[in-house]
């Protein structure tokens, strides 16, 4: 199992302003995964962050936006950038597990107001 | 890519009753299933997962059913608790490095 830690656990935010999430995986993992989940939503996966490249981004998210980094093998940041109302969700840090499965953060919930 | 269905998106039973959750995927190449539990304001979690090299696998009060030729499975979970109120996601991916798709999520309310 992964033990993941992420932070801020919850803001409130102003409009047009950006925000950065920390995550912090307590063993070296090839890929994270960064998803957002809306309110009553299921969970949508934003962009998956390889450490040494550019993360790699699904259809409707783009880098201008959501930003990440990947330092190294422990640690991501996603920046929400430009923040409006819509961005208002919680953002979940995720890493795959040896057969497969997905262990999650806490998630960060962010208000925009 | 993937598409999952997933449905009820609400279900509402008596403590004591079972509930059934079933969902369907599109990719015949997918071949690990995974539901995870998400309670209120806390991460999901990995409940359980099917292969599909198997048809069915249980755990305790939970099983899981996979029919590989209609391309769905389902989750049923026997003898339900209030405890069992959360959000069930069941997902569908090729396995190894391939990212699972999630559903759209059903809303388990056990009443006592």
């Known amino acids: 199992s992964a033990v993941i830690s992420q932070k801020p656990s919850r803001d409130i935010c102003q409009r047009g302003t950006s925000l950065t999430i920390q995550c912090q995986v307590d063993s070296q993992v090839t890929m994270m995964f960064w998803y957002r989940q809306q309110p009553g939503q299921s969970l949508t996966l934003i962009a998956t962050a390889n450490q040494g490249s550019e993360a790699t981004y699904e259809s409707g998210f783009v880098i201008d936006k959501f930003p990440i980094s990947r330092p190294n093998l422990t640690f991501s940041t996603l920046t929400v950038s430009n923040m409006s109302p819509e961005d208002s969700s919680i953002y979940l840090c995720?890493?795959?597990?040896?057969?497969?499965?997905?262990?999650f953060g806490e998630g960060s919930r962010l208000t925009v107001l | 890519g993937e598409n999952v269905e997933q449905h009820p998106s609400t279900l509402s039973v008596q403590e004591g009753d079972s509930a059934v959750i079933k969902c369907t995927y599109s990719d015949s190449a997918s071949n690990y299933f995974p539901w995870y539990k998400q309670e209120l304001g806390k991460r999901p979690q990995l409940i359980i997962d099917i292969r599909s090299n198997v048809g069915e696998k249980k755990d305790q009060r939970i099983a899981v059913t996979l029919n590989k030729t209609a391309k769905h499975f389902s989750l049923h979970i026997t003898e339900t608790q209030p405890e069992d109120s959360a959000v069930y996601f069941c997902?569908?991916?090729?396995?190894?490095?391939?990212?699972?798709?999630f559903g759209r999520g059903t809303s388990l309310i056990v009443h006592p």
């Open positions: 997902a569908a991916s090729r396995g190894g490095s391939y990212i699972p798709t």
């Open positions: 995720s890493v795959a597990g040896n057969t497969g499965e997905l262990f």
